[in-house]
């Protein structure tokens, strides 16, 4: 089993995601990196299936994204969890609206 399945991921953790990245350079040549996406989850489906998601949204220069990314894709490298918000809600959607401005509280 690898790092992604063991852990069951929840909305409100806050995680880095490892992602493996495919550029050309100028020479044509194919170099591939790791690129670091740090966001909260907002919506987690399908358990530990084949065909599990999460959505983690984070907020760039003032403008939300999000990115949905399969647990088992072969571009995901591995899925570190920062921390744990206590959260009552199954999907966080409403963490899109400007107006929500309160903090949640981290568990221990």
């Known amino acids: 089993m690898t790092e992604t399945q063991s852990i069951v991921y929840k909305p409100g953790m806050v ?3 490892h992602q493996k990245i495919k550029e050309m350079n100028t020479k044509g040549e ?3 990196r790791i690129q670091i996406y740090e966001g909260t989850i907002i919506a ?3 358990g530990k299936e ?3 998601t999460i959505t983690v949204r984070k ?3 003032g403008i939300g994204v ?3 990314f399969p647990l088992q894709s072969p571009v995901v490298a ?3 969890v920062v921390k744990q918000l206590a959260v009552r809600r199954a999907k966080l959607h409403f963490l899109r609206d400007p107006k929500f401005k309160r903090r949640m509280e981290e568990t221990k």
Do not use: L, R, Y
């Open 15 to 17: 995680v880095k995601v």
């Open 30 to 32: 194919e170099k591939e």
């Open 44 to 46: 987690a489906k399908h």
């Open 50 to 52: 084949s065909g599990a």
């Open 59 to 61: 907020i760039s220069d």
């Open 66 to 68: 999000e990115k949905i």
């Open 78 to 80: 591995k899925i570190e």
